[in-house]
Protein backbone atom coordinates (compact mmCIF):
# COMPACT_ATOMS: atom_id res chain seq x y z
CA UNK A 1 0.00 0.00 0.00
CA UNK A 2 1.73 3.09 -0.76
CA UNK A 3 2.52 6.02 1.71
CA UNK A 4 0.86 9.02 2.08
CA UNK A 5 3.85 10.61 0.67
CA UNK A 6 4.05 8.31 -2.35
CA UNK A 7 0.05 8.90 -2.93
CA UNK A 8 0.67 12.60 -2.69
CA UNK A 9 3.82 13.02 -4.73
CA UNK A 10 1.89 10.66 -7.18
CA UNK A 11 -1.25 12.87 -7.57
CA UNK A 12 1.65 16.25 -7.49
CA UNK A 13 2.75 14.45 -11.20
CA UNK A 14 0.24 13.42 -12.63
CA UNK A 15 -1.88 16.22 -11.88
CA UNK A 16 0.91 18.35 -13.63
CA UNK A 17 1.77 15.90 -16.14
CA UNK A 18 -2.67 16.65 -16.72
CA UNK A 19 -1.96 20.26 -16.55
CA UNK A 20 0.76 19.92 -19.11
CA UNK A 21 -1.40 18.20 -21.60
CA UNK A 22 -4.01 20.87 -21.49
CA UNK A 23 -1.31 23.34 -22.45
CA UNK A 24 -2.01 24.86 -18.62
CA UNK A 25 1.43 24.17 -17.06
CA UNK A 26 5.10 24.25 -17.77
CA UNK A 27 6.32 20.78 -15.92
CA UNK A 28 9.73 22.34 -15.77
CA UNK A 29 8.43 25.06 -13.09
CA UNK A 30 7.61 22.21 -10.46
CA UNK A 31 11.66 21.84 -10.85
CA UNK A 32 14.08 23.57 -7.45
CA UNK A 33 15.99 25.80 -8.74
CA UNK A 34 19.42 23.56 -7.91
CA UNK A 35 17.61 20.39 -9.07
CA UNK A 36 19.83 17.89 -10.50
CA UNK A 37 18.70 16.15 -14.28
CA UNK A 38 20.45 13.25 -15.56
CA UNK A 39 20.19 12.28 -18.90
CA UNK A 40 21.02 8.85 -19.91
CA UNK A 41 22.68 7.69 -22.99
CA UNK A 42 26.21 8.23 -24.84
CA UNK A 43 25.73 11.04 -27.13
CA UNK A 44 28.21 14.02 -25.01
CA UNK A 45 26.07 16.47 -26.29
CA UNK A 46 22.78 15.55 -24.62
CA UNK A 47 23.68 12.64 -22.35
CA UNK A 48 24.90 14.62 -18.90
CA UNK A 49 23.77 15.66 -15.79
CA UNK A 50 22.71 19.52 -15.34
CA UNK A 51 22.93 21.16 -12.35
CA UNK A 52 20.23 23.26 -11.56
CA UNK A 53 16.48 23.80 -13.62
CA UNK A 54 18.17 26.95 -15.44
CA UNK A 55 21.29 25.06 -17.04
CA UNK A 56 18.91 22.30 -17.73
CA UNK A 57 16.29 25.07 -19.37
CA UNK A 58 18.95 26.47 -21.53
CA UNK A 59 20.56 23.50 -22.73
CA UNK A 60 17.53 21.13 -24.12
CA UNK A 61 14.02 22.49 -23.23
CA UNK A 62 14.68 26.36 -25.40
CA UNK A 63 16.12 25.19 -28.06
CA UNK A 64 13.78 21.93 -28.77
CA UNK A 65 10.94 24.54 -28.09
CA UNK A 66 12.03 27.15 -30.64
CA UNK A 67 12.06 24.01 -33.42
CA UNK A 68 8.12 23.11 -32.29
CA UNK A 69 5.68 24.31 -34.17
CA UNK A 70 3.08 23.43 -30.43
CA UNK A 71 3.53 22.75 -27.60
CA UNK A 72 4.86 19.51 -26.71
CA UNK A 73 1.87 17.15 -25.70
CA UNK A 74 2.80 14.52 -23.05
CA UNK A 75 0.52 10.97 -22.90
CA UNK A 76 1.25 9.73 -19.78
CA UNK A 77 1.66 5.74 -20.16
CA UNK A 78 1.56 4.94 -16.52
CA UNK A 79 3.36 6.16 -13.39
CA UNK A 80 4.61 4.38 -10.03
CA UNK A 81 6.12 5.79 -6.89
CA UNK A 82 8.56 4.41 -4.95
CA UNK A 83 8.73 6.72 -1.42
CA UNK A 84 10.02 10.13 -2.85
CA UNK A 85 10.46 8.60 -6.24
CA UNK A 86 8.24 9.19 -9.17
CA UNK A 87 8.62 7.48 -12.32
CA UNK A 88 7.20 8.41 -15.53
CA UNK A 89 6.64 6.70 -18.44
CA UNK A 90 5.40 9.35 -21.24
CA UNK A 91 5.24 9.52 -24.62
CA UNK A 92 5.72 13.52 -26.54
CA UNK A 93 4.83 14.55 -29.62
CA UNK A 94 4.33 18.07 -31.74
CA UNK A 95 5.03 19.50 -34.53
CA UNK A 96 7.91 21.24 -36.09
CA UNK A 97 8.68 24.14 -38.29
CA UNK A 98 10.02 22.20 -41.17
CA UNK A 99 6.23 20.40 -41.28
CA UNK A 100 7.72 17.10 -39.83
CA UNK A 101 6.67 15.84 -36.14
CA UNK A 102 8.86 15.20 -33.29
CA UNK A 103 8.14 12.16 -31.16
CA UNK A 104 9.55 10.88 -28.27
CA UNK A 105 9.34 8.41 -25.55
CA UNK A 106 10.37 9.27 -22.03
CA UNK A 107 11.03 7.19 -18.83
CA UNK A 108 11.86 9.80 -15.98
CA UNK A 109 12.82 9.01 -12.51
CA UNK A 110 11.66 12.26 -10.58
CA UNK A 111 12.41 12.70 -6.72
CA UNK A 112 10.24 15.10 -5.10
CA UNK A 113 10.78 16.63 -2.02
CA UNK A 114 8.58 19.11 -0.51
CA UNK A 115 6.32 19.79 -3.70
CA UNK A 116 9.65 20.47 -5.77
CA UNK A 117 11.49 18.09 -8.40
CA UNK A 118 14.82 17.97 -6.53
CA UNK A 119 16.62 15.29 -9.08
CA UNK A 120 15.46 13.84 -12.30
CA UNK A 121 17.08 10.69 -14.04
CA UNK A 122 15.75 10.78 -17.91
CA UNK A 123 15.85 7.96 -20.59
CA UNK A 124 14.88 9.02 -24.12
CA UNK A 125 15.65 8.62 -27.55
CA UNK A 126 18.55 11.16 -27.50
CA UNK A 127 18.94 10.46 -31.69
CA UNK A 128 15.09 12.19 -31.97
CA UNK A 129 15.97 14.51 -29.15
CA UNK A 130 19.40 15.57 -31.28
CA UNK A 131 17.50 15.13 -34.83
CA UNK A 132 14.89 17.70 -33.49
CA UNK A 133 17.75 20.42 -32.75
CA UNK A 134 19.17 19.81 -35.96
CA UNK A 135 15.96 21.44 -37.70
CA UNK A 136 15.35 25.01 -37.98
CA UNK A 137 14.18 27.58 -35.47
CA UNK A 138 11.01 29.57 -35.72
CA UNK A 139 12.24 33.13 -37.42
CA UNK A 140 12.35 35.53 -34.24
CA UNK A 141 9.35 37.21 -35.33
CA UNK A 142 7.94 33.93 -34.49
CA UNK A 143 8.78 32.85 -31.07
CA UNK A 144 6.29 32.39 -28.32
CA UNK A 145 6.59 33.72 -25.06
Keep these: MPTTIESSNRTLIQNAFDRWAKGEFDIFSLLADDASWHITGQD?????TYN???ALLDATSLPLRARLLGPLKP?????????????????GTAPLHDGSTYR??????MTVRDGRVVAVTAFLDNAAFKSALTKPAAPPEAKRE
Design 44 to 48: PEIAR
Design 52 to 54: SRQ
Design 75 to 91: VVRKIWTDGDDVIVHWD
Design 104 to 109: NTYLWI
